[in-house]
């Protein structure tokens, strides 16, 4: 603090100044420097007729209310509340009109246009020269601006398929993406390689990898591959070196040929009363009927 009392000082408006030496150091920004603002559609017309800037005074008078009053900001929209409550209408005008809502509608049109005003020169301040995607041609022909059209088109979502037409547009059939048929009749082989590439996915999403399989897991893979085919393995083709193994069918159970009297009785018993269930009833009145007429 004392050296800098002992520098160069003067007193300007009862505040003592120092005069500080030039600087030794040049210390880098922590940011960048700020971009210069891009100039507006009004400011550019105001440079080419030389139209210079003025500072908006904060309080005008006013010769309705006889004092002064703020041009923007706060208390402003009092200000006009107070000045407005009766509006004169002069005799050359329609007096069933509403001028005090005319005169808020006009306010709400006037912020509009200033808000589309602002989004395009956001807009037209954005805009990018980007380079063109394809070399421009010298002399385009028809043909030419055909392939533009088209390549335009087809860029859409929908492949150009719901584009608008141009006017004296010749009318192109939109090719969509070629697809590759498996001829109908092929070699046992081919076909034998794809079925084996099906059930080889199949068989990887049904079951999850195994880190290090063995012959165990090996021979329980191809056992659920063959099981898997229509005749249950009976058929399938054997693969080499593959162990044998049986392919056991579904267990059935059988009923023991020695069982207790109780037992015998109860499952006899099931069978007769299946078996009343399935026979039809008896027509007492038709039995009757037969009987008479046999007689």
């Known amino acids: ?158 492949v150009g398929k719901f584009a608008q037409k141009i006017k004296d547009e010749t009318r192109v059939k939109v090719r969509g993406p070629k697809r590759k048929f498996q001829p109908n009749l092929a070699d046992l082989r081919t076909e034998r390689d794809t079925q084996l590439k099906v059930l080889a996915e199949i068989a990887k999403a049904a079951l999850p990898p195994v880190p290090n399989p063995d012959k165990l897991h090996l021979s329980n893979a191809i056992k659920l591959a063959k099981k898997s085919t229509a005749s249950v393995g009976k058929f399938a083709q054997k693969i080499k070196d593959e162990t044998r193994v049986k392919v056991r069918g579904p267990k059935r159970k059988f009923q023991p040929n020695l069982a207790d009297l109780r037992t015998e009785t109860d499952a006899q018993l099931k069978v007769l009363a299946e078996m009343g269930k399935k026979k039809p009833k008896m027509d007492v009145k038709k039995a009757a009927n037969k009987v008479i007429y046999e007689e």
């Open 1 to 158: 603090m004392n050296k800098l009392f002992q520098l160069e000082h003067e007193r300007r408006e009862n505040v003592l100044v120092v005069k500080l030496p030039p600087g030794t150091t040049l210390l880098p920004r922590e940011k960048p420097p700020p971009k210069p603002k891009p100039a507006t559609k009004w400011s550019e017309f105001a440079k080419t007729k030389g139209i210079k800037p003025r500072k908006k005074d904060k309080l005008v008078w006013d010769e309705a209310m006889k004092e002064w009053v703020p041009s923007y900001g706060y208390k402003r929209a009092a200000v006009e509340k107070q000045k407005n409550w009766v509006v004169e209408i002069p005799d050359n005008k329609d007096p069933n009109v509403d001028y005090i809502a005319k005169m808020k509608a006009d306010k709400k049109e006037r912020i509009a246009k200033n808000e589309y005003q602002r989004l395009r020169n956001i807009a037209r301040n954005s805009k990018v020269k980007a380079k063109a995607a394809l070399p421009p041609v010298p002399n385009p022909d028809k043909l030419h601006l055909s392939n533009a059209i088209q390549l335009a088109k087809k860029s859409t979502a929908s």
